[in-house]
């Protein structure tokens, strides 16, 4: 196969040397976004008068046989070729002829690949938008059915304070609702057509940007043609984003793991998302969350691969670009598939709201109530601090906690205490007196269940 720039040549290629200069097996996947521009750029080249309008239906109507012919799997993208830019090129002139070779009129592959990887990107940041989504919903779903579930709320990973499932599980659907900010916040700035910038200079062709940029559904174009060419800040951008998914996906298939330990016992996952053992045939193994936590590093690392690479590169294109793609599509890749077998693990885990009760009532995590219940009665908060602190001690020497310790003992502390106080240390009243927005109380997580509603409408 004829190389497009093979003019200037005498020798052809070295064999390895083309394999290693190739992009066709890593960019063959944006097929369908080069004929889209294609077809947009022979679109604004007859408007303008730049190539005949029988010209343009020709190419046109080649590049649409081309499009049907790759999807039915009529026509297979060889390894032949450079580029997924050098095929469709190559093919359509063998099928339209001279006609073919107009389509190039005013375009360079820089502007070309620059405008494929937007165009392929903003379709795969469409489809993670619409994964986080359905992973908030399933968030949501449970939060709704253990509302009443009461579990100790963890600092240090030691037993804090006392809150709900419902209000744990969903610190998670807020930290998805930002990352989904974060998504659509890049493409709006990735959302600017880079085509009609050439190879970095321009043309001197009467181009209309703002035609192609119309039809491909940009927001505009990019207003300086070297800019254009050579800005890659959008992979970055949506590898950060995609990193921070990773992070609170890996956040919470870890407490998924612990939860679902014999030791914790909060969680029982479905058996469509666990495995077994070859040799243990007790065991029930969260190997999906685990996974998810492992695939972390791969997305950090080709943030990594994708900041090292631009960090050095003069203006304008550079060869070393050609590596963006590889990293920037495994990483949708990965959060794609995690973020697709999360959701239903999510959706079908049970909570074993028994058990979550029971360690609640061991770790003395009603202990702020209690310094609360004496504060309230007119103590200084830090003498009720001290005071509760010898209780918990006291507790812990004579195998008490503070729900059964009787009254005569909490009175040899302070004559404060009274018969309310088993009232106000219990532990749904804990939950329930934390009234404040944001809190654990109710309220408060009702609140966050309609925000999350309509966020998803």
């Known amino acids: 196969m004829e ?12 064999k390895i040397a083309f394999g290693f200069n190739s992009s066709i097996d890593i960019d063959s996947r944006m097929y ?51 580029d997924i830019h050098s095929f469709v090129e190559t093919e359509l002139t063998a099928r339209i002829g001279d006609a073919g070779k107009r389509l190039h ?15 392929y990107l903003r379709d795969e940041a469409a489809e993670v938008l619409e994964l986080i989504k359905k992973l908030i919903g399933a968030i949501c779903l449970q939060a709704e059915k253990n509302t009443d579930t009461v579990m100790p709320g963890y600092t240090h990973l030691q037993r804090a304070q006392p809150i709900t499932f419902a209000h744990h599980i969903l610190a998670y659907a807020m930290m998805f609702i930002r990352d989904a900010g974060r998504i659509e916040d890049a493409v709006k700035r990735m959302n600017l057509s880079p085509l009609g910038s050439c190879a970095l200079s321009g043309t001197t062709y009467n181009t209309d940007r703002t035609h192609t940029a119309k039809l491909l559904e940009f927001d505009g174009y990019t207003l300086n043609s070297i800019d254009g060419v050579s800005d890659r800040d959008f992979c970055v951008e949506l590898q950060s984003a995609l990193s921070l998914i990773m992070t609170h ?50 997305v950090y690392g ?37 973020l697709q077998v999360t959701s239903p693990m999510i959706e079908t885990m049970t ?39 010898q209780i918990v001690r006291f507790c812990i020497e004579n195998n008490f906690v503070l729900d059964n ?13 009274d018969s309310d106080l088993y009232d106000e240390i219990n532990l749904f009243t804990c939950v329930k007196k934390r009234i404040s927005q944001g809190g654990t109380g109710p309220d408060s997580v009702n609140a966050q269940i309609e925000y999350i509603k309509e966020y998803l409408k």
């Open 3 to 14: 190389k497009l720039w093979a003019g200037r040549f005498t020798k052809e290629l070295d």
């Open 32 to 82: 369908r976004q080069d004929i889209q521009g294609s077809m947009a750029h022979t679109s604004m080249l007859v408007k303008q008068g730049i190539i005949e309008e029988s010209d343009g239906i020709l190419i046109v109507d080649g590049l649409s046989s081309i499009l049907e012919d790759i999807d039915s799997g009529k026509l297979e993208i060889t390894s032949e070729a450079e």
């Open 105 to 119: 009129t005013a375009r360079s592959r820089n502007d070309q690949v620059a405008l494929d990887v937007r165009l």
């Open 249 to 298: 996906l890996s956040r919470l298939s870890e407490e998924i793991i612990l939860w679902s330990s014999w030791e914790f016992k909060f969680v029982e996952l479905d058996d469509s998302y666990t495995t077994g053992s070859s040799i243990m045939p007790q065991k029930k193994n969260p190997d999906m969350a685990e996974l998810v936590r492992g695939k972390t590093g791969r």
């Open 302 to 338: 080709n943030l990594m691969q994708t900041l090292t690479m631009l960090k050095g590169l003069p203006l304008a294109y550079n060869k070393d670009m050609q590596e963006d793609k590889e990293s920037i599509f495994d990483s949708f890749d990965t959060v794609k598939v995690c």
């Open 351 to 389: 909570v074993l709201k028994e058990n979550t009760l029971a360690a609640a009532n061991r770790g003395f995590i009603n202990a702020t109530d209690l310094a609360d219940y004496l504060t309230k009665k007119g103590m200084p908060f830090r003498e009720a601090y001290k005071i509760t602190g």
């Open 405 to 417: 310790m009787p009254l005569e003992e909490y009175k040899k502390f302070s004559d404060m205490f």
